[in-house]
């Protein structure tokens, strides 16, 4: 495997290929991501980022069959590894342990609380 380091672009990334299941093309997840972290993400960087993750055996990915509205042609369907689920495990892991040694964190200069 090549790096094992996450980025936190990367972790939204597989966050959403997660929660798109067998739906996860590029042009979904793209969608997912403006809709869940308010992320306007341009094709290329996410084109970069799921060959990144790729490399790092974190997804799959399969060309489906080409569909009549799309004019035939077919498009790629990422899906997570062991591995992806792994490391998403870990860094959720390390985050809640993080969160869970803040003694009384508070956000009120922003308008939230975090108790």
Same mark, same amino acid.
């Given at each position: 495997?090549? +790096? ?22 590029? #042009? ?35 060309? !489906? +069959?080409? =569909?009549?509205?799309? +004019? +035939? ?6 899906? #997570?590894?062991? =591995? ?21 964190? =508070? ?5 939230? !609380? #975090?108790?």
């Amino acid at each position: 495997m090549k +790096g094992t380091n996450l980025g936190e672009f990367e972790e939204l990334v597989l966050l959403c290929v997660l929660i798109l299941e067998d739906g996860a093309y590029i #042009l979904r997840i793209q969608e997912e991501l403006k809709k869940q972290a308010n992320r306007k993400v341009a094709m290329g960087a996410l084109h970069a980022t799921l060959a990144r993750l790729e490399a790092k055996e974190y997804l799959n990915s399969e060309l !489906a +069959g080409g =569909s009549q509205e799309r +004019g +035939g042609r077919r498009k790629r369907i990422y899906e #997570l590894t062991t =591995s992806g689920k792994s490391v998403l495990a870990e860094v959720r892991q390390m985050r809640d342990q993080m969160w869970g040694q803040v003694a009384n964190f =508070s956000l009120k200069t922003i308008g939230l !609380a #975090l108790v």
